[in-house]
């Protein structure tokens, strides 16, 4: 009933942007924190930047001053604006949400189908 939908990856060469966007959209009676995750070939998925609706944000220390989170609640929406890109950067880049549904007394975790980012040197 709740679907991520993601857009913005791409092939970029080292030192370049990309900015990456993800839209809630279904069942939703609220959303508490969004973000993004990053999965590289067999590596775990780590967290890349998360913002709760209030505006608290949290960076993976590899991307800070590097990448912008921001989100419009509003709309369900969430961005990653990512500079200064480098070949670690490769993975693929799963949107998250904690959604609250209609119907349900509990947050549950969402994902997007990921979209690819790769970085060359």
């Known amino acids: 009933q709740v679907q991520l939908v993601e857009s913005g990856g791409g092939l970029v060469q080292a030192g370049g942007s990309l900015k990456l966007s993800c839209a809630a959209s279904g069942s939703i009676f609220s959303i508490n924190a969004m973000g993004w995750y990053r999965q590289a070939p067999e590596k775990q998925r780590e967290l890349v930047a998360t913002?709760?609706?209030?505006?608290?944000?949290n960076y993976a220390d590899s991307v800070k001053g590097r990448f912008t989170i921001s989100r419009d609640n509003a709309k369900n929406m969430v961005w990653l604006q990512m500079n200064s890109l480098k070949p670690e950067d490769t993975a693929a880049y799963y949107c998250n949400a904690e959604v609250l549904t209609y119907g349900r007394a509990r947050f549950a975790d969402y994902w997007g189908q990921g979209t690819q980012v790769t970085v060359s040197s």
């Open positions: 913002m709760t609706t209030g505006g608290r944000t």
